[in-house]
C-alpha cells in the first residue's frame, strides 16, 4: 500500500496540474475574463433585427497577429505612403520590433487588405497595435500606422481596426478553431458594407460602445436606415434559432452558427463593397481550403449558401453595454477561464537580417 502522505503529495500534484491545465493561454484565448470577446450573450439580451440582406459575397480580412522573439531587433515604422501604397512613406514614427522573417505585402490594383495587426512584444504581456502593416523585405522597415499599445491580459477593446478603434487580437478567428472538433469560445468580428447597412445621425455618430470611433467618412457615406447597426453594434442569433432547422452544408457555417448565437459578433470595420467579411488569422483561410478543398470565401459555393442562410438571421443586441456586457442575464456559455501568466511556448527566433 502506498504511504499516505505520498498518496495525499500525488493527488496535490495531479490537482494542481488540473488547475494549470484550466487556465487560458492568453496569446491563443486573451484577455481577461469580462473582456467582451469573451462574455457570452446573456439571458437579457434585447434583440433587434439587424435587416441584412443575402446579397453580395463572403471572404475574410486577413489579421496579422504575431508574437515579437526576445532577440528581435528594433526596425523603423513610417506611415504609409497611401491606401493604396503603402511601402515608401517616409513620415517617421516609433521604431517596432519585430522578427526579421515576418513579412507582409503591400497592397495592390484591385486588393488593399487592412491587415491590421498585434504584435506580442517578448515580455509577454505588451500588445503594440498596427494597421494596415505593411513589410515586403525581411529585415527592412516597416510601413503601418501606430495604435498604442494593451495589455494581454486587460479588457482588449482597443487596437487597430481603423473605422472601430477595436482590436485585431481580440475576436479573431484563430488558426485551429475552424478545422478542429472543438468550439469557437469568444465573440467575432465582422466588416459590413457601412454605405448601405450602418446608420449616422449627429447623435449617434455612426458608431456605439465598444467602438471608440467610426470612419472619418461616415457622415453623409453611413447610409442605413436601422438606428440600432452602427460601428461596434454586437450582432447574434436569437436563442430559438435551431441549428437542425437550417439545412447548413458546411461544418464551418455550422461552427459559425454557434459561435454567432452564444457570443456573437461586433462590427469594426467598413468592408466598403458588398462583402460580408469575416475577421480571421492571416492563414485560417489557408488553413481551410488545406482541410475542406476550399477558401473561406464565396468560392465555397456551399459556404456562401450557408451565409447566405444566416445573415438575414442575424439581431442586434440593443442592449450590450459596458456594465451588461452581452446584454447581461444568465450567460449562455460558462465564463472563460483566468488566464495563465504568460503564453505557453517561445517566440520563435528571429532571423536576423541587415535592414534593406
Known amino acids: ?31 481577461a475574463t469580462t473582456s467582451i470577446w ?13 435587416g441584412f440582406q443575402a446579397t453580395g459575397g463572403f471572404a475574410v480580412d486577413d489579421e496579422v497577429l504575431l508574437r515579437v522573439a526576445p532577440d528581435a531587433p528594433e526596425r523603423p515604422l513610417f506611415a504609409p505612403l497611401s491606401w493604396q501604397t503603402r511601402a515608401g512613406g517616409k513620415q517617421h514614427l516609433p521604431p517596432v520590433r519585430i522578427n526579421d522573417q515576418d513579412v507582409v505585402p503591400d497592397a495592390r490594383k484591385y486588393w488593399t487588405p487592412n491587415f491590421c495587426a498585434a504584435l506580442l512584444m517578448p515580455d509577454g504581456r505588451t500588445v503594440r497595435h498596427l494597421g494596415p502593416l505593411c513589410r515586403p523585405e525581411p529585415g527592412g ?25 477595436m482590436s485585431a487580437l481580440g ?10 472538433d472543438e468550439p469557437i469560445r469568444h465573440a ?65 457555417a455550422k461552427k459559425l452558427f454557434h459561435a454567432f448565437q452564444d457570443y456573437g459578433a461586433y462590427i469594426v470595420d467598413d468592408s466598403a463593397h458588398e462583402v460580408f467579411y469575416l475577421c480571421a488569422e492571416l492563414g485560417v ?11 473561406l470565401s464565396s468560392e465555397w459555393k456551399d459556404y456562401e449558401a450557408d451565409m447566405r442562410q444566416l445573415l ?13 456586457i452581452g446584454g447581461g442575464g444568465t450567460p ?25
Open 312 to 324: 438575414p438571421l442575424l439581431h442586434v443586441v440593443d442592449n450590450n453595454a459596458a456594465d451588461r
Open 38 to 50: 469573451n462574455m457570452p450573450i446573456g439571458s437579457e439580451a434585447s434583440y433587434v433585427p439587424a
Open 188 to 252: 467575432l468580428k465582422v466588416d459590413v458594407l457601412c454605405a448601405k447597412y450602418c446608420f449616422f445621425d449627429e447623435s449617434l455618430k455612426g458608431f456605439r460602445w465598444p467602438a471608440a470611433y467610426a470612419d472619418s467618412y461616415a457622415k453623409g457615406n453611413y447610409k442605413g436606415s436601422n438606428k440600432a447597426v452602427v460601428i461596434g453594434s454586437l450582432l447574434a442569433l436569437r436563442p430559438e434559432v435551431k441549428i437542425s432547422e437550417l439545412p447548413l452544408k458546411t461544418a464551418v
Open 332 to 356: 449562455r456559455q460558462p465564463l472563460a477561464t483566468p488566464l495563465a501568466d504568460k503564453p505557453a511556448g517561445e517566440a520563435p527566433k528571429t532571423s536576423r537580417r541587415c535592414p534593406c
Open 285 to 295: 483561410s489557408d488553413e481551410v481550403k488545406a482541410k475542406f478543398g476550399h477558401p
Open 171 to 180: 475576436g479573431s478567428v484563430r488558426l485551429g478553431e475552424l478545422t478542429s
Open 1 to 31: 500500500m502506498r504511504p499516505f502522505h505520498l498518496t495525499l503529495a500525488f493527488l496535490l500534484t495531479a490537482l494542481a496540474l488540473h488547475a494549470e491545465e484550466a487556465l487560458r493561454d492568453p496569446w491563443l484565448r486573451p484577455f
Open 141 to 165: 522597415p516597416v510601413f503601418a500606422y501606430t495604435f498604442g499599445e494593451s495589455d494581454l491580459h486587460g479588457d482588449g477593446i482597443v487596437g487597430s481596426h481603423g473605422g472601430s478603434r
